[in-house]
C-alpha cells in the first residue's frame, strides 16, 4: 500500500508597489490661487482652501493683538514699572523713618554741644587786654610791629565776629613763634589769609632777610540773651506785618 506524499505549499509573497511622491509645485499652487472663484471657495483645491484659512487667522491673530492684547500688555507694564518706583519709595521712607529716632538723638547732642561751646565764649570782646596779650606774644618772639588794626565787629546768628588785621616784619622762624604764641592765647582766635612777602629794599644775600607777615585774625564773643531775645522779637515783629499787610 503506498501512501501518497503532500506537496508542501510555498505561501506567495505579494508585492508591495511604493507610490511615488508627490512633489510641491508652487507654479501649479500659484495657478490655483489666481484661479480661485470668489463667488465658490469650495470648489478650489485643499491647499489654497489650508492656505486661505491660515492667512485669514494670521490676520484675525494680529488684529487681536494690536487692538486688544497689546494695550493691555502695555498697561501690565506700566503697572509692573509704578509697582517697583512705589516699593522703592516705600524702602526709602522705611529706612529713614527707622532712622529718625537716631537722628533725633544726634539733633540734641549737636544742640547741648553748640550750646556748651557759645558758652564758653566771652561776653565782651575786651579788645584791649587781646591787643595787648598780642604785644606780648610779639615781643616774645621778636617781631615788629607794623600796624594792628580792629574793624568793625560782624554780627553773626548765634554770636560776634571781631576781626583783628596785623602786619608785623621778622623772619620765618619769628613768625613762627609768633602764630604759635597766638593760638595759645585763652581766647579763642582763628587766623586767616595768610601773606609774607619780602620787604622792599632789604638785602636777598643776607643770611636771615628781613619778611613782611600780613594776617587777619578773628576773635568771638557770644551775644547777650538780651540781644538774643530782641532780635528774635524784631523777627517776629516784621513777620506779623507782613502777613498783616497782605490782603
Do not use: C, W
Not at 509697582?83 to 526709602?92: G, M, P, S, W
Amino acid at each position: 500500500m503506498k501512501i501518497a506524499r503532500k506537496k508542501p505549499t510555498t505561501l506567495k509573497k505579494n508585492k508591495v508597489v511604493a507610490r511615488p511622491k508627490r512633489s510641491f509645485d508652487a507654479k501649479a499652487f500659484a495657478n490655483s490661487l489666481n484661479s480661485l472663484n470668489k463667488d465658490n471657495y469650495g470648489s478650489a483645491p485643499l491647499a489654497v482652501r489650508l492656505f486661505v484659512i491660515a492667512l485669514i487667522t494670521a490676520l484675525l491673530l494680529g488684529l487681536a493683538y494690536a487692538l486688544l492684547l497689546k494695550p493691555k500688555l502695555e498697561e501690565i507694564t506700566a503697572a509692573e514699572a509704578q509697582r517697583d518706583t512705589l516699593l522703592d519709595v516705600y524702602k526709602e521712607r522705611e529706612s529713614k523713618a527707622r532712622q529718625l529716632d537716631v537722628y533725633k538723638d544726634q539733633v540734641a547732642q549737636m544742640e547741648v554741644e553748640f550750646q556748651r561751646l557759645l558758652q564758653q565764649l566771652p561776653t565782651d570782646t575786651r579788645i584791649p587786654e587781646l591787643v595787648e596779650g598780642i604785644n606780648m606774644v610779639g615781643s616774645g618772639s621778636n617781631i615788629r610791629f607794623q600796624e594792628i588794626s580792629v574793624p568793625e565787629a560782624i554780627e553773626k546768628e548765634f554770636f560776634i565776629e571781631q576781626p583783628i588785621n596785623i602786619t608785623a616784619l621778622g623772619n620765618y622762624h619769628q613768625f613762627g613763634d609768633f602764630l604759635t604764641g597766638l593760638s595759645a592765647l585763652p581766647r579763642i582766635i582763628t587766623m586767616h589769609d595768610f601773606e609774607v612777602m619780602r620787604q622792599s629794599g632789604s638785602d636777598i644775600m643776607t643770611e636771615t632777610p628781613q619778611l613782611m607777615l600780613k594776617i587777619n585774625t578773628n576773635t568771638y564773643r557770644s551775644k547777650q540773651e538780651a540781644e538774643v531775645a530782641a532780635e528774635t522779637e524784631a523777627t517776629t515783629d516784621a513777620g506779623t506785618e507782613t502777613e498783616g499787610g497782605n490782603p
